[in-house]
């Protein structure tokens, strides 16, 4: 009979699965959190911070846009078009709700039809701002999961 010995050293365990191939899914905790910045609107509105009109219209889509496209830009987040177009649709969502909830409008409903051009315009102004995300991404050589990636 032949003893079967043990190897003397143990086999090395492989760190991490490995990926696998496929879609890379949206972030919508990123999402989420991306478009909760349309919350500054009425924020600054109520404390008075930024000031009024033009000025405070300006310096919240300019910190709106410096983060969205910081955040997905920066990092390695995959698919950023698509993450950053789905962002100003829920952008546009929570501006939406937030204005009907709480007369942002003046209080007349006079303005009701402008809801879809405006949601059209915060998707529009998200997919622009993932252009320029997925533009850093390449510049700086990342190479996030896209669609179909192996």
Same mark, same amino acid.
């Given at each position: 009979?032949?003893?079967?010995?043990?190897?003397?050293?143990? *086999?090395?365990? &492989?760190?991490?699965?490995?990926?696998?191939?496929?879609?890379?899914?949206?972030?919508? %905790?990123?999402?989420? #959190?991306?478009?909760?910045?349309?919350l500054?609107w009425?924020?600054? #509105?109520?404390?008075?911070?930024?000031?009024?009109?033009? %000025? *405070?219209?300006?310096?919240?889509?300019?910190?709106?846009?410096?983060? @969205?496209? #910081?955040?997905?830009? +920066?990092?390695?987040?995959? *698919?950023?078009?698509?993450?950053?177009?789905?962002? #100003? =649709?829920?952008?546009?969502?929570?501006? =939406? =709700?937030?204005?009907?909830? +709480?007369?942002?409008?003046?209080g007349t409903a006079?303005?009701?039809?402008? $809801? =879809? &051009?405006?949601?059209?315009?915060?998707?529009? @102004?998200g $997919?622009?701002?993932?252009?320029?995300?997925?533009?850093?991404?390449? $510049?700086?050589?990342?190479r996030? &999961?896209?669609?179909?990636?192996?």
């Amino acid at each position: 009979m032949t003893s079967h010995q043990p190897s003397p050293r143990p *086999r090395p365990q &492989p760190a991490a699965p490995p990926e696998t191939p496929g879609r890379a899914g949206i972030s919508w %905790p990123l999402v989420a #959190g991306l478009a909760s910045l349309a919350l500054l609107w009425p924020l600054t #509105g109520l404390t008075g911070v930024g000031g009024t009109g033009a %000025p *405070r219209a300006l310096g919240i889509v300019a910190l709106t846009a410096v983060v @969205w496209i #910081g955040v997905v830009g +920066f990092g390695r987040v995959p *698919r950023p078009v698509a993450t950053l177009t789905l962002t #100003g =649709l829920a952008s546009g969502v929570v501006t =939406l =709700l937030v204005s009907t909830l +709480f007369g942002g409008t003046g209080g007349t409903a006079g303005a009701a039809w402008t $809801a =879809l &051009p405006a949601l059209a315009m915060d998707v529009g @102004w998200g $997919a622009v701002a993932g252009v320029a995300a997925l533009g850093i991404q390449r $510049a700086r050589g990342v190479r996030a &999961p896209q669609d179909g990636a192996r």
